[in-house]
């Protein structure tokens, strides 16, 4: 079985801070992915960044980067740079390779960005 | 815009009722996924479908069924629609079975009065 915790409901951040969204995962695979997902006020799941269990480095993708500390079992993603457009909600999530391959989902933080 | 589609947007119905959801996912995935997103429950993964056939089920009510069709787009079916069925159903598509990435679609917000 996999588990994700995201134990941080709301967030604030200033307009061009950084901002970490914390995420903790659980899972019995030795080979799995992590995602986060953008979810905006219209509804739509936006892919963000993508990590594979295996992956030595941590990935980045413009802005986003995810902090994996796989020891850990942490997957934290960082927003450099805050724009009011990242006001929304983050979903963490991961899959396995081998068995199911669907995601499953942490309970999201809602970001907000102030002016 | 992911290049999944999914109809209707928005549905209102009754309880008791049966509604089809029908997902449309980019040219050449093979695989469809759908996820329920409710207040209670968060994001659940209910069933996907590769190239025709079932191949996993998470959270799926009896009540609800799904098929994947020859040109590969897909309907999930909800009966005896209760109040707690509201929620933003998504389909997500991917190419492979293991493939990484999952595109989601813009959702069907259901509500039911």
């Known amino acids: 079985a996999q588990k994700i915790t995201q134990t941080q409901p709301g967030m604030f951040v200033q307009e061009k801070e950084a901002v970490t969204l914390d995420c903790t995962y659980d899972t019995s695979d030795q080979s799995y992915g992590l995602f986060w997902y953008k979810q905006p006020s219209s509804g739509e799941m936006i892919f963000l960044i993508y990590q594979g269990s295996y992956d030595e480095q941590n990935a980045t993708e413009g802005r986003y980067s995810l902090n994996f500390q796989k020891a850990r079992k942490s997957a934290n993603l960082v927003i450099s740079a805050s724009q009011l457009g990242d006001s929304a909600m983050y979903f963490c999530?991961?899959?396995?390779?081998?068995?199911?391959?669907?995601?499953?989902f942490g309970s999201g933080t809602r970001l907000q960005v102030q002016p | 815009d992911s290049g999944v589609t999914q109809t209707p947007k928005h549905l209102i119905t009754a309880t008791g009722q049966r509604v089809t959801l029908r997902c449309s996912p980019r040219s050449g995935d093979l695989s469809v996924y759908w996820y329920q997103q409710s207040l209670d429950q968060g994001l659940q993964f209910l069933i996907q479908y590769y190239n025709g056939e079932e191949r996993a089920k998470g959270n799926i009510l009896e009540r609800f069924s799904a098929q994947q069709f020859p040109d590969l787009h897909s309907e999930l079916n909800l009966s005896s629609l209760e109040l707690g069925d509201s929620a933003l159903y998504f389909c997500?598509?991917?190419?492979?079975?293991?493939?990484?990435?999952?595109?989601f679609g813009p959702g069907t917000r259901l509500t039911v009065t």
């Open positions: 997500a598509s991917t190419e492979g079975d293991s493939s990484y990435e999952q595109y």
């Open positions: 999530a991961m899959r396995g390779y081998t068995g199911r391959r669907a995601l499953t």
